[in-house]
């Protein structure tokens, strides 16, 4: 009978621990709400720090935040290192703890890779005074990939108010080899917060994982959102410095076999001209979705460019819903928008679009 109990009572803790995790880990599913003042607090009701969350997260991302250290880059004088390529070169490859590079004031003209080996690392600014990375190189000099100011590669990496900058000149309509960007993010489970990316071509590529971009700033012309990644941009801005010459926001490109894309939740298209495209394809499978998104008359009436291969009008996800602003008028898009329902919309709209609930961790602070 002690046994019968013994066991009768293991399976209702078992079962309440399994409940319990389900529940937590279903958090990521709750959609964004419609109203934007109440974005933070729902952002903040799910993605509580990670000793909240020990439980659902990965346990390498636990350890790493359980034995973290800062080190210094100074411009000026009293921190560990003048550059940040320094700082990054001192982290050991394997590395297994949460690094914060904590970088003074003032800019940094260089380039900066983060390879494969050194995952957990954090770049952090002051929000009061945020340094600025930038340099000038472009895909003529170092083909696309290489041309960014930063290139992370690596695992979990965190920015937080950071400018990055890509100086090279707007190339001309037509003009090969003047792609420029200010970063390429290949590693997975990359979160930036409060950040700002500026160029023209090919400003930001979000190449390949799961990636979150909040309270961002993101300015380009030609594709300057690009990538196969995963992408989640909350409440960003995307500014478009027109001219009259060809724009587009995103170049989003997809495998038929995966469920990427780039989502745009209550986010902002700004800027100057007009016929600026909210997306073209770049690749046949190319998904894009904007929601609760506020779109200035800088917007094509159109939307959508199909990048002059009309077999891609039948493989392409491109989806609105509800839009505000003179730019989100759906009446003249092109016949392949997907007007999207709210049931269609959801799965864009929620945190698990990057699978959050085993990754994603507030804002740093210091």
């Not at 799961?210 to 909350?234: A, P, Q, W």
Request: glycine residues 10%; proline residues 6%; charged residues 15%.
């Amino acid at each position: 009978m002690v046994e019968k109990v013994t066991s009768i009572a293991l399976h209702v803790a078992l079962t309440t621990i399994l409940l319990v995790a389900s529940l937590v880990m279903s958090d990521d599913t709750a959609p964004a709400p419609a109203d934007k003042s109440q974005l933070d607090n729902w952002f903040n009701s799910i993605v509580k720090p990670y000793t909240q969350r020990a439980a659902t997260l990965d346990p390498a991302l636990v350890a790493a935040e359980n034995s973290s250290k800062v080190i210094k880059v100074s411009k000026t004088g009293g921190g560990n290192f003048n550059t940040v390529s320094d700082a990054i070169k001192s982290i050991p490859p394997g590395n297994t703890k949460r690094v914060i590079v904590h970088i003074g004031p003032g800019v940094y003209d260089e380039r900066i890779r983060i390879d494969w080996t050194k995952p957990f690392v954090t770049f952090y600014g002051s929000p009061a005074n945020m340094p600025t990375l930038t340099s000038s190189g472009t895909a003529a000099q170092y083909g696309t990939d290489d041309s960014a100011t930063l290139v992370v590669e690596s695992n979990y990496f965190v920015a937080a108010n950071i400018i990055l900058v890509n100086s090279a000149p707007r190339p001309g309509n037509g003009k090969s080899g003047g792609q420029a960007l200010a970063m390429r993010i290949a590693g997975d489970k990359a979160a930036f917060y409060n950040c700002k990316f500026k160029g023209f071509q090919d400003t930001v590529c979000s190449d390949h994982g799961n990636h979150l971009v909040k309270n961002c700033y993101i300015e380009g012309t030609v594709d300057f959102i690009f990538g196969s990644g995963t992408s989640l941009y909350l409440n960003t801005v995307l500014n478009v410095p027109g001219d009259g010459g060809f724009t587009a926001i995103t170049a989003h490109g997809e495998l038929p076999s995966e469920t990427n894309g780039f989502s745009f939740v209550h986010c902002s298209v700004t800027g100057t001209g007009n016929g600026t495209y909210l997306g073209r394809a770049w690749r046949p499978y190319s998904r894009v979705i904007y929601s609760y998104t506020t779109m200035s008359g800088i917007v094509n009436p159109l939307g959508w460019s199909d990048n002059s291969h009309p077999e891609r009008d039948r493989t392409v996800y491109y989806g609105e819903y509800k839009c505000s602003g003179p730019g989100s008028d759906l009446s003249r898009r092109v016949p392949y928008t997907k007007k999207l329902s709210d049931n269609e919309a959801r799965p864009f709209l929620a945190l698990h679009f990057i699978q959050a609930s085993s990754w994603l961790l507030p804002p740093p602070t210091l």
